[in-house]
């Protein structure tokens, strides 16, 4: 189905049809249906079904009026009236089947339009008021116990609050046991069957609490498991039948499998998040941060399970797979303060009677395109920031290591955000082209390599898009005659080695004022201090590369390295890791005497590789850095504060470091690239990415008693 065309043919606002997907079962399958049905503002009801094969869906309103009694004395227009006015009938089109196929069901969309308004109160549907299997087990006991309808109302709210149903649906449900038309031994064995199955984190529903346990979805019990889409609130599989495996970088095992998400799931995406916007949008900012409140505390309680998730699928140790959480946490809280750094500024009188201010408004809906180097980091930078502005989201996380942005996702809706505002798609080159074609999205923040980053910018901003792209780095180190020696060997080992170097603030290159001599031999003793071993190792200090193909790249640039003329003082390409023998492991590597017309010194490694270079000033250091082409950050070790402030003064790079390795700032603060390394005219974070996500909109106001006039003034106004 052409999502597109549902706009076309419909008149009414619209409301969209279920995104399609695989389920493990018919159940599923009508949940997943219904649940979503509700949120869009319309009910479904199964139209016709053979239950081991097929069953078709339709809107409740999609019956034809059934006149069934013609009083003798009423006209045909009279008929026709009170059929109208009667009726909630409109012969909906709309229709979803599901089919069994090779032991699964494959949900597809016949018809996603409607021919009528939205409901407007879904809890005042009768839907609303149907009793679950277990509440008509209890009605029937409490019957025969001799409770009044009444009475077993009553009790019945002292476990379920939000029940909407009356005195008189007790009645009708009594009765209809009474006509042999429930039979409650049935209910008892399917609410048996139901507690065997694993339940899943107890979710609200639209119009009520489930208390019902649900089954595993589908995606989870494939083998191995297929990584869902997220979609107007619910996690779904992809109908795609391409995947891209997700491997353990020590072990080389399939972790899981990303789909890459169909043309017509990443429409359904962008629908999603562009109904849900005006409501969320109008939602209080108190409200949005409560939301990030309770965020934060999930993510605190989670936090081992994310950091597991993202050693398996990237490789990078416990330890520092914590740090990427906490990092990522920072973001979460500096959204739960976001309120005060949104307000606009009023100016009182700037003419006679006339007040000015301006006010910050969300932009509608965004996007993100992730890398692989911070799988929970990176998401966190982008849309908790993004939601609390009152934007909605479409999120793209690595399709090497989505699972910890998946995680999120899921502690996310826990927290209490409303379906649609977060959506989840994945996939490689066409995702990420639909994403910058789409003219519904209004904004992008991009983060990755330099060849993507630039055509994703170029692309996106053709459109009319708002864009921040951080690409390439490659960042410097001076080291002074005078440093600190052990403190900067620590320095330098931890942010050149750390992650396997694989972030795009590591330490690659150091350039040694005097020369290297007196640094080396002990720079290469802290390097081989080093444990390299499996990330979830306890003793594991360095963990593999996130692939095979990215060890063969960085293996191909220290070996050009080597044949331009570079010393292998640490070789660290062909390490063995005992019980990983088939892991993508590249020990730590230094390279010496490097020059700048080498091309592992023009190009980002992205690896566990040091590259050491000699200058013979201070001034000589700053010209070499200063002709780089990426320029994300640098960094002086010295005692001098002379030399420290010369340093800071003529650098022309984004982030500046004094004896510090990796100058990050925290949120609060704008993280800051120039040149190409950034793309764009607002950064990420501090006040440049509340910019980001926000317009601005001035207001001129009036109130006064205009005095009375002959005519109009054409005078330009002036104070």
Request: hydrophobic share 40%; charged share 20%; glycine share 8%.
């Amino acid at each position: 189905m052409d999502i597109e065309s549902c706009t076309e043919l419909n008149e009414f606002p619209q409301m969209l049809p279920p995104p399609p997907g695989t389920f493990v079962d018919r159940e599923e399958l009508i949940q997943h249906v219904g649940d979503f049905a509700v949120s869009q503002g319309y009910v479904v009801t199964i139209k016709q079904s053979k239950r081991d094969r097929v069953v078709v869906l339709g809107c409740d309103r999609g019956g034809v009026y059934r006149n069934r009694r013609k009083p003798a004395d009423e006209s045909s227009a009279e008929r026709t009236r009170r059929r109208k006015t009667g009726s909630r009938l409109t012969n909906c089109p709309f229709e979803a089947v599901g089919k069994k196929d090779d032991g699964l069901w494959i949900l597809t969309i016949k018809n996603g339009t409607h021919n009528h308004e939205p409901i407007k109160d879904i809890s005042e549907h009768p839907s609303a008021r149907r009793f679950t299997e277990r509440e008509i087990v209890l009605i029937k006991e409490m019957t025969e116990a001799g409770l009044k309808p009444r009475q077993i109302l009553k009790r019945l709210r002292q476990n379920n609050p939000d029940l909407l149903s009356t005195p008189k649906h007790v009645y009708n449900v009594k009765a209809k046991l009474r006509q042999g038309n429930m039979t409650v031994e049935t209910l008892r064995n399917s609410l048996q069957i139901m507690r065997n199955f694993k339940p899943l984190r107890p979710q609200k529903s639209a119009v009520r609490n489930n208390y019902l346990a649900v089954t595993e979805p589908s995606w989870r019990q494939r083998n191995p498991p297929r990584v869902p889409n997220l979609i107007g609130g619910r996690f779904v599989d992809s109908q795609s039948f391409v995947s891209i495996d997700v491997l353990n970088p020590a072990t080389q095992q399939v972790i899981s499998q990303v789909p890459l998400t169909t043309n017509e799931e990443f429409k359904a995406a962008v629908f999603a998040a562009k109904r849900a916007f005006p409501l969320w949008r109008n939602t209080p900012i108190a409200a949005r941060q409560r939301i990030m409140f309770k965020f934060q505390e999930l993510i605190r309680r989670d936090i081992d399970k994310l950091a597991m998730n993202i050693t398996a699928e990237h490789g990078k140790t416990l330890k520092d797979a914590h740090g990427d959480v906490l990092r990522g946490l920072e973001e979460v809280e500096h959204a739960c303060g976001l309120a005060t750094l949104q307000m606009g500024e009023f100016v009182s009188n700037v003419s006679n009677g006339i007040d000015t201010y301006s006010i910050r408004e969300p932009l509608g809906v965004c996007a993100g395109i992730c890398p692989f180097d911070f799988p929970a980091m990176i998401p966190l930078w982008m849309f908790p920031l993004a939601v609390t502005c009152g934007n909605t989201f479409i999120l793209k996380p690595s399709e090497k290591d989505p699972g910890a942005a998946v995680m999120l996702a899921e502690l996310a809706v826990e927290a209490g955000l409303p379906n649609g505002v977060l959506n989840i798609v994945h996939g490689s080159n066409e995702i990420v082209n639909a994403i910058c074609d789409d003219d519904d999205i209004k904004a992008i923040s991009f983060v990755g390599p330099n060849v993507a980053g630039t055509y994703v910018y170029a692309r996106a901003s053709a459109k009319g898009k708002r864009i921040q792209s951080n690409v390439g780095a490659k960042n410097h180190a001076v080291v002074m005659p005078d440093a600190s020696m052990d403190a900067t060997l620590n320095a330098l080992v931890a942010a050149g080695f750390g992650a396997a170097g694989q972030k795009c603030m590591a330490l690659s290159t150091v350039v040694f004022v005097g020369g290297l001599n007196p640094w080396e031999d002990k720079l290469v003793e802290h390097a081989k201090a080093i444990k390299v071993n499996a990330g979830t190792e306890p003793d594991s200090d360095l963990g593999p590369v996130i692939s095979k193909q990215v060890k063969e790249q960085i293996c191909k640039l220290i070996q050009t390295g080597v044949d331009t003329g570079a010393n292998l003082v640490l070789d660290g390409r062909n390490i063995v890791v005992p019980e990983y023998e088939h892991g993508s492991f590249v020990g730590p590597t230094i390279l010496s005497n490097v020059t700048t017309n080498m091309e592992c010194y023009k190009e980002e490694v992205f690896g566990p590789v040091l590259l050491c270079m000699q200058a013979d000033s201070i001034e000589e250091a700053i010209n070499i850095i200063n002709r780089h082409k990426y320029s994300n950050g640098a960094s002086i070790f010295t005692t001098s504060g002379v030399a420290a402030r010369k340093f800071q003064t003529e650098i022309e790079v984004g982030q500046v470091g004094i004896n510090v390795p990796i100058s990050v700032p925290l949120p609060f603060s704008s993280f800051t690239s120039c040149k190409p390394s950034f793309a764009g005219d607002l950064n990420f974070d501090g006040k440049a990415g509340i910019q980001f996500y926000t317009q601005v909109k001035m207001v001129t106001q009036q109130w006064k008693d205009l005095p009375g006039s002959s005519g109009a003034s054409l005078l330009m106004p002036s104070s």
